[in-house]
């Protein structure tokens, strides 16, 4: 529960990252030390212990601003994600659900999140980088994905998006017998 409320409130608001036109490079190398090899998902676990860290040890909120824009992450976006978050977890509590007290495992958590993506997974085509989803779409990674190369022949995402061409965005390789 604790992980899965986690994403899902990350998921429910504007990603926190920023990415100016003018300073990309320097936000994708500040970035990179919320990556997870396997999951985009793992990557919000990874900033909100990040942000948590930071709120605990905070002097003052114009310092705790400063810290997040030199990690390219948008303090009122990251705010609006913990209120969310709060508001997820007292209604969680009011239902009678309690966080887990041990982290949750890669496959625990991506199982929990498979229950509301089926529409969203996919199989790598063996000829291309495309992927086959439900209903017979097709789609790539999006390029920005640090996991482009890396996923496996099964996929799910948290969205996907029609630009140029249909992409998922948010990504994990999951196993075909978890569904």
């Known amino acids: 529960v604790r ?3 986690i994403i899902a409130s990350a998921l429910s608001v ?3 990252r920023e990415r100016p036109l003018e300073r990309q490079e320097a936000a994708d190398a500040a970035h990179k030390r919320f990556a997870d090899e396997r999951s985009d998902f793992l990557a919000y676990l990874k900033i909100w212990a990040w942000f948590e860290q930071a709120v605990a040890h905070k002097q003052s909120n114009r310092l705790l601003a400063e810290e997040c824009r030199k990690n390219f992450l948008s303090p009122l976006r990251l705010r609006e994600w913990r209120e969310l978050h709060q ?3 007292a209604q969680v509590a009011e239902m009678g659900m309690r966080s887990n007290q041990e982290p949750a495992t890669y496959e625990q958590i991506h199982k929990a999140l498979l ?4 529409g969203n997974i996919g199989m790598k085509s063996v000829e291309s980088n495309e992927y086959l989803g439900a209903r017979g779409i097709k ?18 995402a ?11 965005r948010t990504v994990a390789g999951i196993d075909p017998g978890w569904i």
């Open 14 to 16: 504007q990603d926190p």
């Open 139 to 156: 789609f790539f990674i999006w390029p920005g994905s640090p996991l482009v190369k890396k996923v496996g022949r099964w996929l799910m």
């Open 3 to 5: 992980e899965v409320l």
């Open 115 to 118: 229950c509301g993506l089926l």
């Open 87 to 89: 508001q997820l977890h």
């Open 158 to 168: 948290a969205e996907l998006v029609e630009t140029s061409r249909l992409f998922a």
